[in-house]
């Protein structure tokens, strides 16, 4: 019954919920504070925010997690010069933050930082569900890099872009 109820509440938030609360404004604060970050080192941010599974996934069990898997592959976040892509996935029906990260940087970070990111970035989302928690998070995702990959003063390209994707 549990994956009864899970799919009921995908079908009820609809990609108008995600467009509700990351209306362009706060997708345009979201893709300037992604460009900006990324100017201070050598690793690429990609956020994505989806209103719910595709229902099929919710119905099959599809976790959060393997649906961020999902996304960083067909995305091509691990597609980076220094493998130093990350994926912070937020899913508004399951309340869930996922955050993926390339071998390169996730070797040097680690995993309880990238789980202190979620956690505090869960708990922010609880309270308050707008772009202001995720604005932060993307900050704290960005110290994390610079700290390993701090940029090099050479020109590099953009290799994923800094839009976010609400799906």
Request: aromatic letters at 4%; a positive charge.
């Amino acid at each position: 019954m549990p994956f009864i109820r899970r799919a009921l509440r995908h079908l009820s938030h609809r990609p108008g919920t995600a467009r509700r609360h990351f209306p362009p404004a706060a997708q345009q604060a979201l893709q300037e504070a992604v460009r900006a970050g990324e100017q201070r080192h050598r690793g690429e941010v990609r956020v994505v925010i989806e209103a719910s599974l595709p229902v099929g996934h919710a119905w099959r069990g599809v976790s959060d997690r393997q649906r961020a898997r999902a996304l960083f592959g067909a995305l091509e976040v691990w597609n980076t010069e220094e493998h130093t892509g990350v994926l912070l996935y937020i899913n508004l029906a399951d309340h869930a933050v996922e955050l993926l990260a390339d071998r390169g940087v996730d070797a040097c970070v680690g995993k309880a930082a990238w789980h202190a990111v979620c956690t505090a970035l869960a708990q922010d989302l609880a309270r308050e569900l707008s772009v202001r928690p995720v604005l932060e998070a993307v900050a704290r995702i960005h110290a994390l890099i610079e700290a390993h990959f701090p940029a090099d003063g050479r020109p590099r390209p953009n290799a994923l872009d800094d839009r976010p994707l609400v799906l």
